[in-house]
């Protein structure tokens, strides 16, 4: 199975207490799956627990949502830090202080008496997890070579692409049956399997050193922190605050844009939007991502407070959603090729509306085949345009611009991926009303999946900008979340 893409030998991996580079290799490749498993795995997992947990610490639902973005904004900060981290103390080091920092953070969620502690846990968990992929990727290009690294990244992703499929399902089941806890708690003996995994196959590779942006990543952090704190006191119906927030957002972003553009090394360099490919298709996605980010933690509350699925039971209906969207993986590169970005774009962006705009037929009572038909459907087509949308980043970049881009892009869809959920709890908290009865739950519901659907109905829009397609090329790509 390894031998197929492994080298028999190489400089990078020095074997240890008598093993083998090749069995070394093995080691390599099940530490960085297992690491990928573990950040995709909590990326989700909280989804279906969000009542339980919500109940537990005496806090309306809809409040959880922070307990969501402010992970996802986490990643998305500190994702660009990791690259000049890496190079600079080395993979070895970086990478076990990446798992120290998850499996800590973890056991503090697990540990956390109220909202506030488990956010706070959250954010440090998020430290962690910003690290993990970003070295794991660096790794494996390193170790195996431009020639051998699809394959390698091919193996690697398969438990990244359970993880999403496996989290609704084990959040649920744990919330239902045993402590919603051990959501959190479980991480701890995989990381510690982890640290000594990396001890025993981690190479300690080293990079190019240069100097860290450290103005613009705090201009950057603070931009997004305050554009996201924005969106939660909308979501808190606070209007006041959330412009003044807003505003704030906006005008350290307009410094960050004017710092990068005199920075050699900007931690995310503007400069790549002045390729017309590129800006479309990271703000479509931004555009997109508003509407259906949210859609996994909505569908949760509905089904479990407005309806009386069991956590478990909701846990179940979004399972179909992960295995639709790697069932679509294996078509999607032949489907680009033959079609080509414009028109699988125009045809998926408002096909994701139409479904989502769906889902507001469903009552007070739905069946389990309803609900699951239609999160598979929607699966299938939203697997189809967001790898579409990714991999379009990419087609008219020079090799050089490549690793600028992966982080650039990464760092978006992070950030949509928390606005997407801040936007979509402050339409469900309108409809719902500051009492938040059940009964209102499912009215609520439909009304924000609608206006969500309007969402993508923008982002065909932009894509229609497009003026003609590139030959397809094959990015590093980074997993998507349903989330």
């Known amino acids: 199975m390894f031998k197929s893409f492994l080298p028999s030998a190489h400089p990078y991996v020095s074997s240890r207490d008598g093993d083998s580079p090749l069995r070394t290799q093995k080691t390599l490749l099940w530490l960085i799956a297992s690491a990928f498993f573990m950040q995709m795995l909590d990326a989700t997992i909280v989804n279906a627990a969000a009542p339980s947990i919500a109940h537990a610490l005496q806090v ?102 359970l993880g999403p499929a496996l989290g609704p399902l084990l959040g649920g089941a744990l919330a239902e049956y045993a402590s919603w806890r051990l959501i959190f708690l479980i991480n701890i003996p995989v990381g510690l399997v982890g640290l000594w995994l990396n001890r025993r196959a981690m190479p300690h590779l080293f990079g190019e050193r240069r100097p860290f942006d450290m103005r613009g990543f705090i201009l950057f952090g603070l931009a997004s922190g305050m554009l996201l704190t924005a969106a939660e006191f909308a979501g808190d119906l606070h209007i006041g605050p959330s412009l003044l927030s807003a505003a704030a957002g906006i005008a350290i972003a307009l410094l960050y844009a004017l710092h990068s553009r005199g920075c050699s090394h900007p931690v995310n360099d503007l400069r790549l939007f002045r390729i017309r490919s590129f800006t479309i298709a990271v703000a479509g996605s931004l555009v997109a991502r508003l509407g259906v980010a949210g859609l996994s933690f909505l569908l949760v509350l509905y089904l479990q407070i407005g309806c009386g699925y069991s956590p478990f039971a909701s846990g179940l209906m979004l399972v179909p959603l992960a295995l639709a969207m790697m069932l679509m993986k294996p078509f999607i590169e032949r489907l680009i090729r033959k079609f080509g970005y414009r028109l699988l774009l125009r045809i998926t962006t408002p096909l994701v509306g139409v479904i989502l705009a769906s889902f507001a037929l469903l009552g007070y009572s739905p069946s389990p085949l309803a609900v699951g038909a239609l999160v598979f459907c929607y699966g299938l087509v939203l697997s189809l345009q967001y790898t579409t949308m990714n991999t379009l980043s990419f087609t008219d970049l020079a090799p050089a611009q490549a690793a600028h881009a992966a982080a650039l892009t990464t760092t978006a869809q992070y950030l949509a991926l928390s606005f997407g959920i801040a936007n979509a709890s402050m339409l469900m908290a309108v409809f719902i009303g500051p009492a938040q009865q059940p009964e209102a739950y499912v009215p609520a519901f439909r009304m924000a999946v609608l206006i969500l659907a309007v969402f993508p109905l923008i982002a065909t829009l932009v894509f229609l900008r497009l003026r003609h397609d590139r030959p397809m090329r094959t990015p590093i790509e980074t997993p998507d979340t349903a989330a």
């Open 60 to 161: 309306p639902p809809l409040s959880l949502r922070t307990a969501l973005t402010s992970y996802v904004l986490t990643l998305a900060v500190f994702i660009p830090a990791s690259a000049w981290l890496t190079e600079r103390f080395g993979t070895r080091r970086i990478f076990a202080a990446a798992i120290t920092v998850f499996t800590i953070g973890s056991l503090a969620c697990g540990l956390a008496p109220n909202l506030r502690m488990l956010i706070i846990a959250r954010v440090f968990q998020g430290l962690g997890g910003a690290m993990l992929m970003p070295v794991g990727r660096y790794v494996l290009l390193r170790v195996f070579g431009r020639k051998d690294f699809v394959a390698a990244m091919s193996f690697v992703a398969i438990p990244g692409l």
